[in-house]
């Protein structure tokens, strides 16, 4: 089983490279947005993986962390991003 954990956190770190590229590349701040989310998720999914190699519960933690900074990441991009002046509220 630990040459299973160890592929999938391969194949999850090459998604990560992939998604590289849409941060850079990204049309727009939307898709941007998503690849930094991607990186959040899959980040963590890889610390478990590792974790559940190890039989380590500080890498559950650091996936927790992961995990965490991956959500205020977004908020902070998306409060810089998208400034509150631009946003049309509807009405009832």
Not at 45 to 73: C, K, P, Q, S
């Amino acid at each position: 089983m630990t040459a299973f954990f160890t592929a999938a956190a391969a194949f999850l770190f090459l998604t990560m490279i992939a998604g590289l590229w849409r941060v850079f590349q990204g049309p727009d701040p939307g898709d941007r947005l998503m690849a930094v989310q991607l990186f959040g998720t899959t980040a963590a999914a890889i610390m478990l993986l590792l974790a559940e190699n190890d039989e380590g519960a500080g890498l559950r933690f650091l996936a927790l962390v992961f995990a965490a900074l991956a959500v205020v990441v977004v908020v902070a991009y998306v409060r810089l991003a998208w400034p509150e002046d631009s946003v049309e509220e509807e009405g009832p």
